[in-house]
């Protein structure tokens, strides 16, 4: 080359050539063919069909990967990926944990060492965690260094460890009380989908409505005869994601519930156990209020309207509409019917704790009469009595032609019908009202005569107790199984289902829920492995509570396991575990 200017020109586009090799990053991997790998490495098969990130074009060389990805829940939908970005070694974990089905449980510590509300000055919760098999050498040490080429293969041979071996447990405690979550196994796709589930008996038309909609839609509906009543049974859909997606999109259909139908058994389980000393915590049961009658809260808004405000938060027993099931005893009132048979939990105001058959009859007694409570906080039937207590309908309506007793102190404040008598409530007063005979037992009654409420317990301890739930069926009782089904059916019993178990160890209470209904997050429990799962956790008795979309558990305003409806669902009440 004899020209000068284009010889020093060669020499300067070498130097530039070899400086950006030189240069060119080691780590070039990106966000989006790690994640790939992983799910390589663990055999998932690729969706065709379904979302992407917002960031990600559909003819990115990794969109399957991410599109799988997202329908399967292992990243969000609706958040930008970064798919072409590096990750350091910290992101790199997360990716591999999330591609393992570990999402939910990498967010729920997120959350839990995310500072209190009362400002950055708190400190951060510390939140202690643990994962077997263990992280090859430095991919354990949480870095914001970028993530070598020659760890790529560590990270993916961990990765493939994984299946049959993977133990997640998180650790975090308050003064008197600990919180453990535990994730197991690494879950899969479904063999046949899910569907939304509608229960067809609450809705005035039987579901036609919302048959309507579905199959406008091209979703399939059916209406499927069940052991507690027909419900509309929606798609299917290949994961539980696109359903709860569809269900988003149409607040129309009431309490859609996701429901799996796959046959084969999900290797992943995930449970929450708070353990409570209740020298240091009381129990409190609120209901949610409604205009004259039962309303429906979230769990939530019941743990952000307490005063105290809870350590602790879970749904509680059994329900039907916005009216509970089973005896209920609130600051020494009675407020529900018994269901005969079925186990309940009782305590009283200094923390003493009592399990047994919660079978009750409560009457009220007057001028030498004792007349039976046939409803509560309901208005009576045309021969009945009912009685209301403030802690459940403080604003009783629809009393109509009811003969109304108004007692305070445990004496007649007033007596009449409804246009004279009041019947807002609060504190220890209590409202009685009759129609038909018994009506005609109680007019004789004046303002100052004494009325008592009598119960009869079949559990004798429970005649002492200030609170009483009563659910069922008990699994533990004194560290030998109870194996009594307390009239479930058997598709309660010997399904698996997400699950919902309150219990002592012998020193503390502990609340435990366990999430189901997911194959990729976590299978649910039969009862009989509900029962496993409490007696390895160390509990002497324990009683099962409602489960299914209801099962739910709050710690510092946290939820800290995920419905399985997706979302919270409503509850007339809650179990709350607030300090002394």
């Not at 939908?77 to 990716?95: I, N, V, W």
């Not at 609450?202 to 579905?214: I, K, P, Q, R």
């Not at 979230?298 to 329900?319: C, I, K, T």
């Not at 007596?415 to 005609?440: I, N």
């Amino acid at each position: 080359m004899k020209n000068p200017t284009l010889r020093r020109l060669s020499r300067l586009l070498l130097c530039l050539l070899l400086l950006g090799v030189s240069s060119f990053p080691a780590w070039a991997v990106t966000r989006a063919e790690l994640l790939g790998r992983v799910l390589e490495t663990l055999r998932v098969s690729q969706i065709p069909s379904g979302g992407l990130p917002p960031d990600v074009p559909p003819d990115h060389p990794f969109a399957g990967s991410l599109r799988t990805a997202v329908a399967t829940g292992r990243i969000p939908g609706g958040l930008p990926f970064d798919p072409d970005r590096p990750p350091s070694r910290e992101e790199a974990l997360d990716l591999a944990l999330r591609g393992l089905g570990l999402g939910v449980e990498r967010d729920l510590v997120a959350r839990l060492r995310a500072p209190a509300s009362g400002g950055a000055s708190l400190p951060a919760p510390t939140v202690t965690e643990t994962l077997d098999p263990p992280l090859p050498g430095e991919l354990g040490q949480a870095s914001a260094d970028p993530l070598g080429d020659e760890q790529v293969p560590k990270l993916l041979d961990w990765v493939a460890l994984c299946p049959g071996r993977l133990v997640w447990e998180a650790r975090t405690s308050e003064v008197g009380a600990e919180l453990l979550l535990h994730r197991e196994g690494v879950g899969g796709a479904p063999e046949e989908g899910f569907v939304l589930q509608i229960d067809a008996t609450s809705l005035e038309d039987g579901g036609a409505a919302v048959t309507a909609s579905a199959e406008s839609l091209g979703l399939h509906p059916q209406v499927v005869p069940t052991p507690t009543g027909p419900v509309v049974q929606i798609g299917p859909f290949p994961t539980s994601q696109a359903a709860l997606d569809v269900a988003a999109q149409h607040p129309e259909w009431p309490q859609a519930n996701c429901v799996t139908l796959q046959a084969q058994v999900s290797p992943a389980l995930f449970y929450a156990a708070a353990r409570v000393d209740m020298g240091r915590y009381a129990l409190r049961v609120p209901f949610a209020e409604a205009s004259g009658g039962f309303g429906r809260l979230a769990l939530s808004q019941f743990a952000e309207r307490s005063d105290p405000r809870p350590l602790v938060a879970m749904n509680g027993g059994f329900f039907a509409g916005n009216r509970p099931i089973g005896s209920l005893v609130l600051e020494g009132l009675p407020g529900g019917k018994a269901y005969g048979g079925r186990s309940a939990l009782g305590w009283t105001e200094r923390g003493d704790l009592f399990f047994g058959d919660g079978t009750s009859r409560v009457a009220i007694q007057a001028s030498g009469t004792r007349l039976e409570v046939t409803r509560f906080n309901t208005p009576p039937d045309a021969h009945g009595l009912a009685l209301y207590i403030p802690q459940i309908c403080p604003q009783p309506k629809g009393l109509g032609d009811a003969l109304l007793l108004r007692v305070e102190g445990g004496v007649v404040a007033a007596a009449g019908g409804s246009d004279t008598v009041p019947t807002a409530l609060s504190g220890t007063t209590f409202l009685v009202a009759a129609r038909g005979r018994s009506r005609t037992f109680l007019e004789r009654l004046q303002p100052g005569d004494p009325v008592e409420i009598r119960t009869e317990w079949a559990f004798p301890a429970f005649e002492g107790c200030s609170g009483v739930l009563q659910a069922g069926p008990l699994l533990l009782e004194g560290g030998r199984d109870h194996r009594n089904p307390e009239g479930f059916a058997r598709t309660l019993t010997d399904r698996r289902h997400p699950r919902t178990v309150v219990g002592i160890d012998g020193s503390a209470l502990v609340f435990l829920v366990v999430d189901g209904r997911s194959t990729l997050h976590s299978r649910g429990t039969t009862l009989e492995e509900t029962r496993a799962l409490a007696r390895r956790l160390g509990l002497l008795t324990a009683l099962n509570l409602d489960g299914g979309g209801s099962t739910q558990l709050i710690w510092k305003g946290v939820t800290v396991n995920r419905p399985s409806d997706g979302r919270e669902r409503p509850l007339p009440y809650a179990l709350l575990a607030v300090p002394r």
